[in-house]
C-alpha cells in the first residue's frame, strides 16, 4: 500500500509545530481565519515556520479570503501551499504562485466527483464534513462511502479523525494523507503531545 502522509492542521504556536514536526508530520496547517478558534496572526505563523525543521510542508488554510488579504499574508509568510476551505471558485484559487488544493464538504446527494473535476488546477482535493454555516473544524465524521472511487485528484481525507478511528479511516479509504485538527488537541488551539503521536504512529502503521 502506498504511504499515507498527515498533516496536523491548526497549528498556533511552535511548540505544538515542534511536536508535530518531531513526531513525522509532513505537513503543518496554519489557519488564516479569524472567526476560527485556531486562527495566527502573521507575527505568529512566521515565529512558526521559522522555528521547523526542513522536508516539513507549511500550508496556509483559507476561508473566502480577498485577493488582496491573500496577497498581503503571502508577501509576509513562506507558505508551502495553499487550502482553501470556503467557497472559492477555481479562479480564486489560482494565481498566488503556490501549489493549492480545495476543501470540498461532503453530503449526501452532491456529486463530488464533479465538484472535484472543476478545480483542475488544483493538487490535491479534501473531503471534509458538511454542517451547515461551518467550513470545517467540525470533529465530525461524514460517511466514508460516499467518496467516489475515480475522483480526478489525490484525496486528503478530513473530518473527524483521531487517533481513534484514523487506521480504519486509511484501509477503507486509502487516502493520499489525513487530515487531523481538533482530533489531537486538548483543548481549542492547542494539541495533545501523546494524541499527536499516536495520531502519526497509527497512520504509519495503519499501511
Not at 498533516?7 to 496554519?30: F, N, Q, Y
Not at 484559487?93 to 464538504?105: T, V
Not at 485528484?153 to 478530513?158: D, Q, R, S, V, W
Request: glycine share 10%.
Amino acid at each position: 500500500m502506498p504511504i499515507v502522509r498527515s498533516k496536523i492542521c491548526g497549528i498556533t504556536c511552535i511548540e505544538d509545530a515542534l511536536v508535530a514536526a518531531e513526531a513525522g508530520a509532513d505537513a503543518i496547517g496554519l489557519v488564516f481565519y479569524a472567526k476560527s478558534p485556531r486562527a495566527v496572526g502573521i507575527e505568529q505563523a512566521r515565529a512558526i515556520i521559522a522555528a521547523l525543521p526542513p522536508f516539513v510542508t507549511t500550508v496556509g488554510l483559507f476561508v473566502n479570503a480577498s485577493r488582496c488579504e491573500l496577497n498581503e499574508i503571502l508577501d509576509a509568510v513562506p507558505l508551502d501551499m495553499l487550502q482553501f476551505h470556503g467557497d472559492e471558485t477555481p479562479a480564486d484559487c489560482e494565481g498566488f504562485h503556490r501549489p493549492w488544493y480545495k476543501a470540498l464538504r461532503v453530503q449526501p446527494g452532491e456529486d463530488i466527483r464533479a465538484q472535484a473535476v472543476r478545480y483542475a488546477g488544483a493538487s490535491a482535493i479534501l473531503l471534509d464534513t458538511f454542517v451547515a454555516g461551518v467550513p470545517g473544524g467540525t470533529g465530525e465524521v461524514f460517511d466514508w462511502s460516499l467518496i467516489p472511487a475515480d475522483l480526478p485528484k489525490p484525496l486528503i481525507l478530513a473530518g473527524g479523525l483521531s487517533p481513534q478511528n484514523v487506521q480504519q479511516a486509511v484501509a477503507g479509504v486509502r487516502p493520499f494523507a489525513v487530515d487531523v485538527s481538533g482530533g489531537v488537541e486538548s483543548s481549542k488551539g492547542i494539541k495533545d503531545v501523546e494524541k499527536v503521536r499516536e495520531f502519526i504512529r497509527l497512520v504509519r502503521t495503519a499501511m
